[in-house]
Nanobody
Framework: QVQLVESGGGLVQAGGSLRLSCAAS????????VGWFRQAPGKERESVAT?????????YYADSVKGRFTISRDNAKNTVHLQMNSLKPEDTAIYYC?????????????WGQGTQVTVSS
């Protein structure tokens, strides 16, 4: 089992920044990838950014956040961060952290409880 706890959400004005953190505990040695997802009211969950735990491959970013969001990891602290700059009202959503093994799909991943991000116009 892997436990994930997100933090760092909040209310920010458009153009502002937030830094989300995802702290992992438990069987962290089994983690292959960590991803940030978000779900806005009435919309499906979407992938925002993904990073490999080993850092072998470059991170993945959704087109909607490229150039504004940066995902990074601190293996020593078992933590993955999502730096969000130039925030827009459409970034408002609950942001979830997920971790999975390399050969698994996200439907089999471990998930955090989510953290609310609200961007006001």
């Amino acid at each position: 089992q892997v436990q994930l706890v997100e933090s760092g959400g909040g209310l920010v004005q458009a153009g502002g920044s937030l830094r989300l953190s995802c702290a992992a505990s438990g069987r962290t040695f089994s983690i292959g990838l960590v991803g940030w997802f978000r779900q806005a009211p009435g919309k499906e969950r979407e992938s925002v950014a993904t990073i490999t735990w080993s850092g072998v491959n470059p991170p993945y970013y959704a087109d909607s956040v490229k150039g504004r969001f940066t995902i990074s990891r601190d293996n020593a602290k078992n933590t993955v961060h999502l730096q969000m700059n130039s925030l827009k009202p459409e970034d408002t959503a609950i942001y979830y952290c997920a971790a999975r093994q390399v050969l698994q799909g996200w439907e089999s991943a471990f998930w955090g409880q989510g953290t609310q991000v609200t961007v006001s116009s």
